[in-house]
């Protein structure tokens, strides 16, 4: 059973009964949550968090470490070293504000 039959976006109206869905159109999914303000089915934020976990996972193998994550200000606080994996050098001329180090 997949994500979009077990976790319907709106249990009032499933929207697994709705023929766009049967018929495996994407462009429903991605417009359900707009008409209905509900979560989608791959929220960023969601998104964001699964991957954090497994960066850190990766941080802390690379290192040896246990690592000790602050999730509000998105940072190691026991190891500058790990700290400093969480992002990388740009090549030039790229530049994201922020980010430099």
Same mark, same amino acid.
């Given at each position: 059973? @997949?994500?979009? #039959?077990?976790?319907?976006?709106?249990?009032?109206?499933?929207?697994?009964?709705?023929? &766009? *869905? /049967?018929? !495996?159109?994407?462009?429903?999914?991605?417009?359900?949550?707009?008409?209905?303000?509900?979560?989608?089915? @791959?929220?960023? #934020?969601?998104?964001?968090?699964?991957?954090?976990?497994?960066?850190?996972?990766?941080? &802390? *193998? /690379?290192? !040896?470490?246990?690592?000790?994550?602050?999730?509000?200000?998105?940072?190691?606080?026991?190891?500058?070293?790990?700290?400093?994996?969480?992002?990388?050098?740009?090549?030039?001329?790229?530049?994201?504000?922020?980010?430099?180090?």
């Amino acid at each position: 059973m @997949g994500l979009a #039959e077990s976790t319907p976006i709106n249990p009032e109206v499933p929207y697994y009964q709705d023929a &766009a *869905f /049967r018929n !495996g159109s994407s462009s429903h999914t991605s417009c359900t949550p707009i008409k209905t303000r509900a979560l989608p089915a @791959g929220d960023i #934020e969601i998104g964001h968090r699964s991957t954090a976990t497994c960066l850190l996972g990766n941080i &802390a *193998f /690379r290192t !040896g470490q246990k690592l000790l994550w602050d999730a509000k200000a998105e940072k190691i606080t026991n190891s500058r070293e790990a700290n400093g994996l969480l992002t990388r050098q740009y090549r030039a001329p790229w530049k994201l504000a922020g980010m430099e180090g």
